[in-house]
């Protein structure tokens, strides 16, 4: 079956400006993630999202951060104001578990680079 | 201090070598624990979950000791195919998960 799928793959932009990133999750998954992670680093985790509960916003690094998940499903980080430290590949994964303590699935990811 | 910690390697060894790696966790109340593999410019994928009573799976073995806060992975016979990262995980309080910055796995020829 499909697994998680993210777009774009990958976005060059403007300091400054803003950007959209889109996650499509396994089709069934309650749980989705966002994380980033910079060149040679690990993941930064950023933000969780469970069914219709209220998401686990405690890792976002500043108010210039948000997203949001429409029905349960498809879910867009948003970066206002992009700044040349936000460059990195974000990852978004989803899960089965209703615990949020199982396995993951990630998708490919997107290069966010600003100039 | 990290909540997770890896020693990031390199660890260059040639095929058919044992490798082992540590990775540390500061929150005692952390609940699961994964080992996750990621190839260069890849996505991460789930290599093995973390049992109190260690888990087994081919040539690879994880365990976790609670009392010394760390958990590890063994890797018997390396391949080739094995050079990647490998990612350490920990679920602490709520639904947070915990990423290591990774070890690094060079297998030769």
């Known amino acids: 079956g499909a697994g998680v799928s993210q777009s774009p793959s990958n976005k060059v932009t403007e300091k400054g400006k803003d950007v959209e990133l889109r996650c499509d999750p396994i089709?069934?998954?309650?749980?989705l993630y966002w994380y980033r992670q910079s060149l040679g680093q690990g993941l930064e985790f950023l933000i969780y999202f469970q069914g219709n509960s209220a998401p686990d916003k405690s890792g976002l690094p500043s108010d210039r951060f948000s997203a949001e998940r429409t029905g349960g499903s498809v879910s867009t980080l948003t970066i206002q104001r992009t700044q040349q430290e936000d460059s990195a590949v974000y990852l978004c994964?989803?899960?089965?578990?209703?615990?949020?303590?199982?396995?993951?699935?990630f998708g490919p990811g997107t290069r966010l680079t600003v100039l | 201090r990290k909540e997770v910690e890896q020693d990031p390697g390199p660890f260059n060894v040639p095929e058919g070598a044992t490798v082992a790696f540590n990775c540390t966790y500061s929150n005692s109340a952390s609940q699961s624990f994964f080992w996750y593999r990621q190839d260069c410019r890849k996505e991460p994928k789930l290599l093995m979950s973390?049992?109190?009573s260690g888990n087994e799976d081919g040539r690879f073995t994880a365990q976790l000791n609670r009392a010394s806060q760390y958990i590890s992975l063994l890797i018997r016979d390396s391949k080739l195919s094995d050079s990647a990262t490998y990612l350490c995980?920990?679920?602490?309080?709520?639904?947070?998960?915990?990423f290591g910055a990774g070890t690094r796995l060079f297998v030769k020829a």
């Open positions: 089709s069934g998954h309650t749980a």
């Open positions: 995980v920990g679920h602490t309080g709520g639904f947070k998960t915990i």
């Open positions: 973390v049992y109190s």
């Open positions: 994964a989803s899960s089965s578990s209703l615990s949020g303590l199982g396995e993951q699935f």
